[in-house]
């Protein structure tokens, strides 16, 4: 008699269960004496017993009076062919994941798991906390070997029955030397690691570079010359004329190379292939706001100057051609980004317009120069006509 007491109050709290599942997938919130009514259910029957018995009936709430307002019920017709569809077979004849029977139970049953052997299954599986970005192409990652800026992590090599050319060869002695792990891989997984990119059968897996601060570098100016020649970038936002820029800027010898941080491009892989590893030696430094640091150099005896279009008009300041100007003292050499050019809040701050002029006359559809190609020219009028401190 005993035991088939017991066995109808198990039947019984079982459908209490269900019945709450169904109250809370309805949107209804929990009240205090819900919540005693399931620590109950908890304590006596836990589902995790597979048993599946007494989900199929819909019976009235343990507190029926404040959920009254309820327009809508479940019919038992519903609730038979949901039980069904939990007791499917994992996989459909389609071969897609069927949805397992009392999933919302996993959440439940870990709540239950102590705090310290939470914490310790979570110090078993750390997250990685630093962000990686995959390199490409033999001179990035050359020079990010060589450099030491970079923290390597692998790299991955195209698998060949051929003798890998030299510079691959290189670039693989260096990563042993450092003794990082080199994964030979197949082109098609090279393709999909850098995107598509031409990669030269190689890629490197390794943290990413970031713009440098004022503070990083302080009191190493680092410039060589008495008149130094910072160049000064706003809003360049394509990465292959970023890495054209710092490309140029550091064969023809500029001093420093600075950038607006929130509108320009970051310092991504496809800048560093673009610059030729140029962005793994010369470093790009960042500031939140350009015009305090130009009013801070102005300050300090350093000339400003601008650069326009062969249209632009600008009655306030001087517009010059490039080949006019001469380098004397420090100056800040600014240019602006593809097709808006120097902002207004820039432009005025500047003492001097530098303009490239054409050689011919130009189709009404051609404006200027590609902004990589205009730094290019008007870097090198600038410096030729610069003095070495020494002489």
Same mark, same amino acid.
């Given at each position: 008699?005993?035991?088939?007491?017991?066995?109808?109050?198990?039947?019984?709290?079982?459908?209490? @269960?269900?019945?709450?599942?169904?109250?809370?997938?309805?949107g209804i919130h929990?009240?205090?004496?819900?919540?005693?009514?399931?620590? @109950?259910?908890?304590?006596?029957?836990?589902?995790?017993?597979?048993?599946?018995?007494?989900?199929?009936?819909?019976?009235?709430?343990?507190?029926?009076?404040?959920?009254?307002?309820?327009?809508?019920?479940?019919?038992?017709? *519903?609730?038979?062919?949901?039980?069904?569809?939990?007791?499917?077979?994992?996989?459909?004849?389609?071969? @897609?994941?069927?949805?397992? $029977?009392?999933?919302?139970?996993?959440?439940?049953?870990?709540?239950?798991?102590?705090?310290?052997? *939470?914490?310790?299954?979570?110090?078993?599986?750390?997250?990685? *906390?630093?962000?990686?970005?995959?390199?490409?192409?033999?001179?990035?990652?050359?020079?990010?070997?060589?450099?030491?800026?970079?923290?390597?992590?692998?790299?991955?090599?195209?698998?060949?029955?051929?003798?890998?050319?030299?510079?691959?060869?290189?670039?693989?002695?260096?990563?042993?030397?450092?003794?990082?792990?080199?994964?030979?891989?197949?082109?098609?997984?090279?393709?999909?690691?850098?995107?598509?990119?031409?990669?030269?059968?190689?890629?490197?897996?390794?943290?990413?570079?970031?713009?440098?601060?004022?503070?990083?570098?302080?009191?190493?100016?680092?410039?060589?010359?008495?008149?130094?020649?910072?160049?000064?970038?706003?809003?360049?936002?394509?990465?292959?004329?970023?890495?054209? !820029?710092?490309?140029? $800027?550091?064969?023809?010898?500029a001093d420093r190379?600075?950038?607006? !941080?929130?509108?320009?491009?970051?310092?991504?892989?496809?800048?560093?292939?673009? @610059?030729?590893?140029?962005?793994?030696?010369?470093?790009?430094?960042?500031?939140?706001?350009?015009?305090?640091?130009?009013?801070?150099?102005?300050?300090?005896?350093?000339?400003?100057?601008?650069?326009?279009?062969? $249209?632009?008009?600008?009655?306030?300041?001087?517009?010059?051609?490039?080949?006019?100007?001469?380098?004397?003292?420090?100056?800040?050499?600014l240019i602006g980004?593809?097709?808006?050019?120097?902002?207004?809040?820039?432009?005025?701050?500047?003492?001097?317009?530098?303009?490239?002029?054409?050689?011919?006359?130009?189709?009404?559809?051609?404006?200027?120069?590609?902004?990589?190609?205009?730094?290019?020219?008007?870097?090198?009028?600038?410096?030729?006509?610069?003095?070495?401190?020494?002489?």
């Amino acid at each position: 008699m005993n035991l088939r007491l017991l066995t109808g109050v198990r039947a019984c709290v079982r459908k209490l @269960s269900y019945t709450r599942d169904v109250i809370l997938r309805l949107g209804i919130h929990e009240t205090p004496r819900w919540r005693s009514y399931h620590s @109950s259910v908890t304590l006596l029957c836990s589902r995790e017993d597979g048993s599946g018995r007494g989900e199929r009936w819909w019976r009235g709430t343990p507190d029926s009076t404040e959920h009254s307002s309820m327009e809508t019920k479940p019919t038992r017709g *519903q609730y038979r062919s949901d039980s069904r569809k939990a007791t499917q077979r994992p996989f459909s004849k389609r071969g @897609s994941p069927g949805k397992p $029977a009392h999933s919302g139970n996993r959440l439940a049953s870990y709540s239950r798991i102590p705090s310290d052997l *939470q914490r310790l299954s979570q110090d078993d599986f750390p997250e990685t *906390q630093q962000r990686l970005e995959v390199l490409f192409g033999v001179a990035p990652c050359l020079l990010a070997l060589t450099q030491g800026r970079r923290k390597v992590h692998r790299l991955f090599v195209r698998e060949t029955s051929a003798p890998q050319r030299a510079t691959v060869q290189q670039v693989c002695e260096e990563a042993q030397r450092q003794r990082v792990r080199i994964q030979p891989v197949s082109k098609k997984e090279l393709d999909k690691l850098c995107g598509g990119r031409v990669h030269q059968g190689l890629c490197l897996e390794a943290s990413p570079l970031e713009y440098l601060r004022e503070e990083d570098t302080a009191g190493a100016h680092g410039d060589s010359a008495e008149a130094p020649l910072w160049l000064v970038l706003d809003g360049v936002q394509d990465p292959m004329n970023l890495g054209a !820029i710092l490309r140029s $800027a550091y064969f023809l010898g500029a001093d420093r190379v600075i950038s607006s !941080i929130h509108n320009s491009c970051p310092l991504t892989p496809v800048v560093s292939k673009a @610059s030729s590893g140029v962005m793994e030696v010369m470093g790009v430094y960042g500031y939140d706001s350009l015009a305090d640091m130009l009013k801070v150099k102005v300050r300090q005896g350093w000339q400003v100057v601008g650069t326009v279009g062969v $249209a632009e008009v600008d009655t306030d300041v001087p517009v010059l051609r490039c080949s006019d100007f001469q380098l004397t003292k420090p100056t800040l050499l600014l240019i602006g980004g593809e097709g808006d050019g120097l902002s207004l809040e820039l432009r005025r701050l500047c003492q001097a317009l530098l303009t490239i002029l054409p050689s011919r006359e130009l189709h009404p559809a051609v404006e200027s120069l590609n902004v990589s190609v205009a730094t290019g020219i008007l870097l090198h009028t600038l410096l030729s006509s610069r003095r070495p401190a020494h002489q």
